[in-house]
């Protein structure tokens, strides 16, 4: 948060804090939901997944098909999580951009099993999926009333009611 003293005491209240990557870890694995964002065909398309942190990488299950045919390819993919605080109003958010793989090796295998994954959606979810992060990002604020919101046009000219 900004602690400039030439900025007002409702400006600051609006500040964006930047996370470091111990925060950013420490989030996610207080989470367990996040949003999958990869490349199909000749566009991006958002799965919801269920997660777990292991050992500086993201794991989930899932089930054959379009998710895992692109999760799995050269592709970058990327990852959002984010929650609030209903008692201090302080909303986050972290983005994870990197690389996935399927979990082949049996050794592995048997440790990404031991992470207790269990998505919401029923049927069958034999593949496990591992997301090696290139950057992560990571942003905490305060959530404002909807009366603090502004845009340019809350100032425009109208006409009266007709």
Known sequence: MSTDPNLGKNQQAYEVEILDHHECWRLLRGVSLGR?????????DIFPINYKVDHGTLVFR???????????G?????????GVDSNTGMAWSVVVKGQAAPVRH???LMDTVGLLLFPWQGGKKERFVRITPDTMTG????????????????????????
């Open 139 to 162: 942003r905490r604020f305060k959530v404002v009333p909807p009366l603090t919101w502004w845009t340019p046009l809350d100032d425009a000219p109208r006409s009266g009611p007709e």
């Open 36 to 44: 999958f964002a990869v490349w199909v065909d000749d566009h991006p």
């Open 62 to 72: 899932t089930a054959e098909g379009t998710k895992l045919q692109a999760a799995t």
């Open 74 to 82: 050269d592709t970058p993919v990327a990852l959002e999580a984010d």
């Open 106 to 108: 049996p050794e592995e």
